[in-house]
């Protein structure tokens, strides 16, 4: 199962990204891009193992929760350039892949 975004009370998102938490991202992005639908892992490698940071001295285990969390995003397609028709489908295929 996937953990869901949802909004704060008393304020709107802007939905820029559709970001999912699930501890199978690679099964369902696989399963997404098979079905012609693109998706993508927003923050990986996290912040702290980019290479403009290698300088810090982070390996990979320095900060393991947000290592975990990292690993667990996958970005869904999300925007005005998405017809009705299309949600339906990449609704229908994120469940499928979930399965």
């Not at 820029?16 to 998706?39: K, M, P, S």
């Not at 290592?67 to 998405?82: A, K, T």
């Amino acid at each position: 199962m996937a953990d869901l975004p949802g909004e704060k009370a008393g304020f709107r998102h802007a939905w820029r990204n559709y970001v999912i938490e699930l501890d199978r991202t690679d099964a369902l992005a696989a399963h997404l891009f098979a079905q012609g639908i693109e998706c993508n892992a927003l923050h990986s490698p996290p912040m702290h193992r980019q290479p403009v940071y290698r300088g810090l001295g982070y390996a990979v285990g320095s900060l393991p929760r947000t290592e975990r969390s990292g690993n667990r995003l996958l970005g869904l397609p999300v925007g005005p350039h998405l017809g009705l028709r299309q949600i339906d489908i990449g609704a229908e295929e994120i469940r499928a892949g979930l399965a």
